[in-house]
């Protein structure tokens, strides 16, 4: 399988973004814990041993932490830096490092939508989680930064007469769910939800990015430096397009949910095709006007 993304040169930039904090910066990370404590306390059962994937941040752990349903939490990271000194299993990317059925609980917050091999990646969760384990992830998905890529497009093109990409390639929610599926996992969902930041200027939210340590890692990006004149153009464009009545600009950020159990019989099944005890004719004829 061709690769997309540099992971090298991502961890660098989140290693970057580490080593100068800018304070704010984390509300996408912040925003997306918030989500999976809702979303976990929605769940009315506990866990014994879980584990948080490549979240960057301990936010994930401490959600878990906090909901009072989980015994044992293991942070895994793909780089030292990230646990800060805490403990923890440091991995390649796209590794899961624990043996088969010995999780019953999985969470992975905002690194999915930079690994390679998204499809292996969530075999490995199926593996490691023990039956009627649950996987919770969140991704970043397709409308994540779309006015930011038309934009740079467009000014590439009109300076430059052609453009390479300087974005990420994201996930669409309909592919998410298959790709649940794929993976073995059943009672697959899969939905969005979409944030929508303002700022200044295409100046304000680049600096949010790198911030974040989300400038682009990917392998066939732009080779064309990205010069004064490009961005300048780029910002105009941005402002014509996508400001409020007040000139700030808008940028999304579209979040893709995931969430499935490892097989177990105890959950329900959906009906075999033919086997209802009711037909519908029956009941629509039951339901019409007496």
């Known amino acids: 399988m061709q690769s997309l993304i540099d992971t090298e040169l991502w961890l660098a930039h989140k290693r970057r973004a580490l080593a100068r904090p800018v304070e704010g910066a984390d509300f996408l990370m912040r925003r997306t814990a918030d989500d999976l404590a809702d979303r976990l306390g929605a769940v009315e059962r506990r866990f014994g041993k879980a584990a948080t994937l490549f979240c960057q941040t301990p ?54 939508q930079a690994m390679n091999d998204i499809p292996g990646v969530l075999a490995q969760i199926r593996r490691v989680l023990k039956p009627d384990g649950l996987f919770l992830g969140a991704l970043a998905g397709t409308g994540t930064l779309a006015e930011l890529r038309e934009s740079l497009l467009a000014a590439e093109t009109e300076l430059y007469g052609g453009a390479g990409p300087r974005v990420l390639p994201f996930t669409d929610v309909r592919d998410a769910g298959a790709l649940l599926q794929r993976a073995g996992l059943a009672l697959p969902v899969a939905d969005v939800e ?31 430096p990205g010069t004064r004149r490009l961005f300048a ?53 039951d339901s019409g006007p007496s």
Do not use: C, H, N
């Open 233 to 285: 153009r780029a910002a105009e464009i941005y402002a014509e397009r996508f400001s409020d009545p007040d000139g700030r600009v808008r940028a999304s950020f579209s979040i893709v949910w995931m969430s499935g159990w490892a097989p177990d019989a105890s959950q329900q099944k959906p009906l075999k095709p033919g086997s209802a005890k009711v037909s519908l004719k029956s009941v629509l004829e």
């Open 59 to 112: 936010a994930a752990a401490e959600v878990l932490a906090a909901s009072g349903k989980v015994t044992e939490i293991v942070r895994v990271e793909a780089d030292g830096t990230f646990l800060a000194g805490a403990a923890g299993i440091v991995t390649p990317p796209e590794t899961v490092p624990f043996e088969a059925e010995s999780l019953d609980l999985v969470v992975s917050l905002l690194s999915l």
């Open 194 to 224: 979409t944030v929508t930041v303002r700022y200044d200027s295409l100046f304000d939210l680049a600096a949010d990015l790198r911030a974040m340590g989300e400038t682009s890692p990917l392998i066939d990006r732009s080779r064309r």
